[in-house]
DNA sequence: TTGTAGGCGTTATCAC
DNA sequence: GTGATAACGCCTACAA
């Protein structure tokens, strides 16, 4: 019963266990390997008796594969990057892939260190969000000769692969949308630090549709850092008239805030849509539950987390279906006009 | 300019490159190598012009550290969850090490196929909730030597290490205050198959409550699968008359179901709290904005986060200060009384 | 179907 | 302060 090795057990420990080469217990191990079936169930029932489990980095050390997927989100608190990565994990895990999570935290100088650190375990591609990335950032991901894959936008130079959206566009369309419904004074509300993200992006597309329509674009509210809360969103809420005093509509950057600023306005006794309207964008959960439920720009992580998974695999996987991946991948977007706004005269 | 090597640089070019021997460039590499200024900085200079990227599997192999933590959590789509990680990551990324992440979507059979998966990463420990686990789970975490930090529960008999709560004591004295309140036909909503889950946890907390102040119990609406969401809440509350017609407050699971319970009260004219009194669990941010705001049960998921870092630094950095973690961590739970419940005659 | 030899890229250890 | 050597545990490639 002495059977505390210090160092866990080898596969050579199961080869000798077994009167077989460790080559031998290696292919027993694969599906793919050439092993009789007695050898093999021989084997495997040594591993389990013997509680060996393979170390994986002598493999990958051994074969070039180290099986990570890189991955990195702003944040791991959000439904979309939650879903994104939760589909990604779970259409990569039957092949044996794991994803290596990192949290940018929506900052270009935390995802330049990450991905400087990330690189260390010789991730066979690498998934990140479109929100700008440093000089450094580029040049590390070009220099590492791993796929890269650009996510949530449609980048103009893209590095590598690309799944996502024009936040630009998507936006652009939602304004106009509101301004059929016929609102004129709309505010737009989003973070104040957002240069050269995503969010940056909409609040373009949302000036360039006023502005195409004749409108004004000035009504621009900035507050908090990314990502925006309820709670940024009540705050904005509560002190809409101090902003602009003419609003009559309001564009959030999320639906989190959206769905605060409009708790703030009931509080007001200030009634939407019919003094002011909102529109949300991600289409959270509480946004269908919220009274009146919230107008908002909807879109599938999840299926874009199974996109970018599918390119991975056709990219990397040895025996995978002949063709490559393609270089930009769209997925869609859609509007949900909802009771937060209406057809005014 | 034909510096396109196919494999990626190592240590041994860095090294010929700097006319010293690989140990050098090693040592160089890291604070506390035994290395001139001198020839550290002709190093450095080295690495950074040729994009030297450390192997870091190479390393592990050879140094035995992995440098993982290995976390299981049930979903990452939950504020706590994520905060737990987020804190986690934080706490521990200064001293190099990472958290390798598996989703046990609330099963336990993929906890152990995800234990299986991650003990061959050689983590340097292993977190993981406890909802109760295989046989199988128990034995490999036993047979690994890894330490292992069971979470957000106060198990009778922890395998390693414990930080978090009793969810019976919690839900118990959540439920005395309900029953202080003047509520008396206390119903219990929760998922349908929880069976040695946390959640069963609080239930049998409700239930003891209930039985010791000698009411009845048997107000139990069982729906869907974990995680409830603001759906499921929304489904029940629009459906409460069919459970139990005289049901005069709902204690929920989580704050999601509570939030959808509550819009759907509203939605039928039913008043909260003054017809129905509601509870939730957790904290979520929704339940602070929502009209009224829901009474919940509150938790800091960061600090959990934070703690199982800590005890996991002073364990296995070898320059910590001395003396172990304590082996049962309890983290401070608090009743948060709002709107939703109130006083009755 | 199985075995042998060698190396993957780093670090521990000991010598200088 | 620096270098030589030998692992670390597995897999590739080739041989039998």
Redesign the interface.
């Known amino acids: 019963m002495e059977n505390v090795k210090k160092?866990?057990i080898t596969m050579e420990d199961v080869a000798q266990a077994a009167g077989v080469s460790r080559m031998t217990v290696s292919r027993a191990l694969r599906k793919d390997g050439l092993v009789s079936e007695r050898t093999r169930d021989r084997i495997l029932k040594l591993v389990e008796q013997m509680?060996y489990?393979?170390?994986?980095?002598?493999g990958?050390?051994s074969s070039q594969r180290?099986g990570f997927i890189a991955t990195l989100v702003p944040?791991?608190?959000n439904?979309h990057y939650?879903?994104m990565?939760?589909a990604l994990?779970e259409s990569l895990e039957s092949t044996?892939l794991?994803?290596?999570?990192g949290?940018t935290e929506y900052s270009t100088q935390r995802e330049e260190a990450l991905v400087?650190?990330l690189?260390?375990?010789?991730p066979e591609a690498i998934v990140l969000p479109y929100d700008g990335h440093t000089e450094r950032t580029i040049?590390?991901l070009k220099?590492?000769?791993v796929p890269v894959f650009q996510l949530w936008e449609m980048p103009d130079k893209p590095i590598g692969y690309t799944v996502g959206f024009s936040n630009h566009d998507v936006s652009y369309n939602m304004t106009q949308e509101l301004i059929t419904l016929g609102y004129r004074n709309i505010a737009f509300l989003c973070e104040t630090n957002d240069e050269w993200t995503r969010g940056a992006a909409r609040r373009a597309g949302f000036r360039a549709a006023m502005e195409n329509a004749g409108l004004s674009a000035h009504r621009m509210i900035r507050f908090g850092t990314p990502p925006m809360?309820?709670?940024d969103g009540?705050f904005v809420g509560s002190n809409l008239k101090q902003y602009y005093d003419d609003i009559d509509c309001v564009f959030c950057v999320s639906d989190?805030p959206a769905?605060?600023v409009i708790?703030a306005l009931?509080?007001q006794g200030i009634s939407v849509p019919e003094d002011i309207g909102i529109a949300g964008f991600g289409d959270f959960?509480?946004s269908?539950?919220?009274?009146p439920d919230i107008t908002t720009v909807k879109f599938n992580a999840q299926e874009l987390g199974r996109v970018t998974a599918n390119s991975i695999l056709r990219l990397i996987e040895p025996g995978s279906t002949g063709k490559k991946p393609s270089r930009r991948y769209a997925i869609e977007v859609e509007n949900c006009m909802r009771g937060s706004t209406s057809k005014r005269q």
């Open positions: 160092n866990p509680n489990v393979p170390d994986q980095a002598a990958s050390l180290s944040s791991i608190n439904v939650a879903g990565i939760q994990t044996g794991q994803v290596l999570l949290y400087e650190s690189l260390k375990r010789r040049k590390l220099k590492s000769q809360s309820i709670k009540h989190a769905f605060g708790t009931k509080e959960e509480v269908r539950y919220s009274v």
